[in-house]
C-alpha cells in the first residue's frame, strides 16, 4: 500500500508537472481540462483512477503515472 500521510482525501490540490498547472483535484475528485467542470477522475485506494482505469498511484503529495513513471505535484489549495 503507498503511503498517503500527506494527503487528505477531504483537502483541494492543485496538480502540477514541471512547475505547470495540469489540474485540480477537490474531496479526491479529479478536475482536468479548460473548464475544469467537470471530473475525470478520482483518488480510491491510493490509486488515480481516470474514467475507471488506474492510471497514477498517489504517495504523499505526489502521483506518479504508472505508463512512464511521470511524477506530479500535489500543491494544497486554500
Known sequence: MADV???????SYEVRCDGV?????????????????LPTGEIRE???FINGTPVGVVSGLTITRVNDNVVFELVPLP
Open 5 to 11: 500521510s500527506g494527503f487528505n482525501p477531504n483537502a
Open 21 to 37: 498547472r495540469f489540474a485540480e483535484i477537490h474531496q479526491s475528485r479529479f478536475f482536468e481540462g479548460k473548464s475544469r467542470d
Open 46 to 48: 491510493s490509486k488515480l
